[in-house]
């Protein structure tokens, strides 16, 4: 099952998901957690709509932690990821970055890695390093020029591990949310439908297996490079 970690779901796959819970923040400064709400920012529901079309089989479990904003909190994230573990998520879709470590969150992470999640992370290509994809045993996804639809690149720079098509343009989502969701989370998302097709083919397989098989099946290896023109 593929546990997604974002602004929630709307449409089809919010009827159709087995399992979907909101955590939030509280007027206390606590953790509450209910029923899911319409995901209203559209974020969690084109890169599900993605995630879907592209491995069809694999459930979705959705732990909705940001708001319609997209605001949320380190704690109330973390809340989300356990849940989802809890819940039998293999693959964990993370397609965010946090400007700061947060102990809960990477004490969460740890966690999950311990008890056999694959965690996919979104990391921009350049700038300030973000979180969880900067903490131990994250899966490091960014945006890959270089990459159609289908391509997956190995980039393994120390920054990010894997790269993919940045863009919504071939997915069946919404028109409006094409030019508002793109970049790293896109191909995050791209890199865990992916890894979720190559365990549903293998489900024994262990998470070193199956990324070894995803690096195997790359179209472009190498950090992407701009071209360089004579002045």
Known sequence: MIGLLDTGLSGHLAGSTRLSRRFWMDGNGEIADGPARPDLMGHGTALAELIHADSPSAPIIN?????????????????GL????ENGARIINMSFGLAEDRRVLAEACSSAIQAGAL??????????????????????VTGDGRCHANDISVIGNGR???????????????????GMVAGASVATARVT????????????????????????????VGPQREHLHAG
């Open 63 to 79: 732990a909705q932690v940001f708001d319609a904003d997209g605001v949320s909190s380190a704690a109330a994230i973390a809340a």
């Open 82 to 85: 356990r849940w989802l573990v």
């Open 119 to 140: 965690l996919v992370a979104a990391v921009p290509a350049m700038g300030t390093m973000v979180f969880p994809a900067a903490y131990p045993g994250i899966v490091p």
């Open 160 to 178: 990010a591990r894997f790269g993919a098509n940045p863009r919504l343009t071939d997915a069946p989502t919404a028109q409006w949310r094409r």
């Open 193 to 220: 439908a992916r890894l979720a097709r190559l365990l549903l083919r293998v489900p024994e397989a262990t998470n070193d297996h199956v990324l070894a098989r995803l690096e195997a099946e790359a179209t472009h």
